[in-house]
């Protein structure tokens, strides 16, 4: 199917971008679908960009479908994050008569392109578009993890998916390909102490923002063992981004959650990273999508310097180191990059259907600590999480 079919091109005085002969910028190298233009294609493409200008299943956030364009405006005038840059602008899908067409047609995208091995950046509306993007790996058949950079847990109940209840909705599906779920940034006068023991009974991770910010290098191991990482405007405190209609005093600052988004662009699992819930209508001097421009700046320049590093493709890169652990009667293995210090440890799966089934998800992002931690002779809490999940 040709997936141009969704698209509709962009107004280029809507993005207002124009070229600087003094410096070369992003826009300068983006392959991007313009009104009078033909569609750029995917032959050669490395990263595609998206937008889903959809709002309607943001609840009280509605103007959230306006964001996309906002936020090229911005980016298209930055630099150049690196060289040999291939990244297509697609252009923005063209809204359904419901939201639920609008998500069909998500799924279809993304189906498409993850089939093709492409990186994508969705540039939102809702955060309920993380459901049809999760919907296109299961068609492809891919279990997968997701992160979550929100305020709250999204897992309010509903028949109809929209902004609040989108997780419910994947967990209720059937057969499921969700294996792990991480929030980082909650906001615990948001969410409440029966929300956070639910995530614990569904064996999810969510570390708080006042967790995560003292030490942001906390968040790398979370981040990198996602598939998609979804970033939700909300989560960065209103001073730094008052684009959405709900905003919090409290939350990120912009330049840790460009740090988040350089640590998903560097993982070699993350294949989507999704901005959503940036709300024009209330934005200060085009401030929040300022941040986000950069936010997918540094996601950019993440996935083009990608150390090729997972584990699973070449063990000869790593240094292995076996712990046994003599009060547990049990050994870990430990797998230290050799090109980027990076850690994981394994996870054994006692089944082997189940074995075959979770095989990219034996292999756990940690960090030294984790492996000192064995050294110690204690059981690393992240290695005992997903032994359960895995094994229960």
């Known amino acids: 199917m040709d997936i141009s ?41 490395n990263v595609a960009l998206l937008g889903v200008c959809e709002g309607r299943g943001s609840v009280q956030n509605p103007g959230s479908a306006e964001a996309p364009d906002c936020v090229r405006r911005y980016l298209y005038r930055l630099a150049v ?13 063209v809204p359904g008569q419901s939201k639920e067409d609008t998500y069909f047609a998500l799924t279809e995208v993304m189906y498409k392109l993850l089939e093709r091995g492409i ?28 992160c979550s950079v929100d305020s709250r847990f999204n897992l309010e109940g509903g028949p109809t998916p929209n902004s609040l209840n989108y997780l419910q909705h994947i967990v209720m599906q059937q057969p499921n390909y969700l294996f792990d779920y991480t929030n980082i940034g909650y906001q615990g006068y948001f969410v409440g102490p029966e929300m956070v023991q639910l995530m614990n009974e569904l064996k999810f991770d ?4 006042g967790t995560i910010q003292p030490s942001m290098e906390r968040a790398e191991p979370l981040i990198r063992y996602a598939d998609l990482v979804s970033v939700d405007v909300s989560a960065m405190r209103q001073s730094d981004a008052p684009a959405n209609a709900d905003p919090s005093p409290h939350g ?24 959503t819930e940036l709300n024009p209508a209330y934005d200060l001097n085009g401030m929040t999508a ?20 997972y584990p699973y493709i070449d063990k000869h890169n790593y240094k292995r180191f ?6 547990q009667g049990t050994d870990i293995v430990f797998y230290k990059s050799k090109k980027s210090d990076r850690w994981w440890m394994e996870v054994p799966c006692l089944d082997e259907e189940r074995r075959a089934r979770y095989a990219p998800h ?31």
């Open 322 to 327: 076996t712990v046994e652990l003599r009060d």
């Open 252 to 275: 990120f600052h912009s330049e840790q959650v460009c740090q988040l988004a350089r640590f998903a662009g560097m993982s070699d699992k993350t294949s989507c990273f999704a901005v």
């Open 362 to 392: 034996l292999l756990v992002p940690c960090n030294h600590s984790d492996y000192e931690c064995a050294m110690q002779n204690e059981l690393p809490e992240l290695w005992w999480k997903f032994y359960n999940r895995i094994n229960g």
């Open 81 to 93: 994050p690196c060289n040999g840059l291939h990244v297509a602008d697609l252009g923005n899908i």
């Open 206 to 209: 969510a570390v708080s923002v």
């Open 5 to 45: 079919t969704y698209f509709e091109p962009l107004d280029p005085e809507r993005i207002g971008f124009s070229s600087n002969e003094f410096m070369v910028r992003i826009g300068d190298r983006i392959s991007t679908y313009y009104a009078g233009s033909p569609w750029p294609g995917l032959d050669g493409c």
């Open 290 to 309: 300022h941040a986000m421009a950069h936010a997918v700046w540094f996601f950019i320049e993440g996935v083009y310097n990608r150390k090729q590093d």
């Open 119 to 146: 990186v994508v950046v969705v540039l939102g509306g809702g955060d309920d578009l993380v459901l049809p993007i999760y919907k296109a790996y299961e068609i492809i058949g891919r279990v997968i993890n997701i």
